[in-house]
Structure formats: C-alpha cells, structure tokens
C-alpha cells in the first residue's frame, strides 16, 4: 500500500512529539489515526482503529524504524 510521504512525515511528527512529551510511558500505540486534509491526528491504542471520514491510519511499523532507528 502506498502512502503519501506528507502523511508519513506528519504522523512521525506526532509520534515523536508523544515520546519526547512522555518519556517514562511504556504504552506502545498502534498507530496513528491522521486526516488527509488537515494533518492532524492522533496515536491510536486499542484495536480495531475507528476512524473518521478523510482519516487514514498509519501503523507504527512505518513509523518506528525511521523516528528512532
């Protein structure tokens, strides 16, 4: 699957801005839940991901390796 460099980049943004606010949290998401539009989103933590019209959910394994390698 495809995804969007842009929506990549910005869910990176909002993964690194959870773990350099919360370093002692030991909770893992998913994901996170990003609309296409406006580049807000938010980390996903419980399965199955519920998502609004124009969201899309990037997994945490597109994300992981390249933020903190």
Do not use: W
């Not at 910005?10 to 690194?16: D, F």
């Not at 949290?25 to 996170?32: A, D, E, H």
């Not at 296409?36 to 597109?62: A, D, M, R, S």
């Amino acid at each position: 699957m495809f995804l969007d460099p842009t929506l990549i980049q910005a869910a990176k943004q909002i993964y690194r801005n959870y773990y350099d606010s919360h370093p002692k949290v030991k909770i893992k998401p998913l994901g996170v839940a990003l609309h296409k539009e406006t580049l807000k989103g938010q980390l996903v933590f419980k399965e199955p991901p519920i998502l609004l019209p124009g969201e899309c959910f990037i997994n945490i394994n597109h994300l992981e390796a390249e933020v903190y390698p």
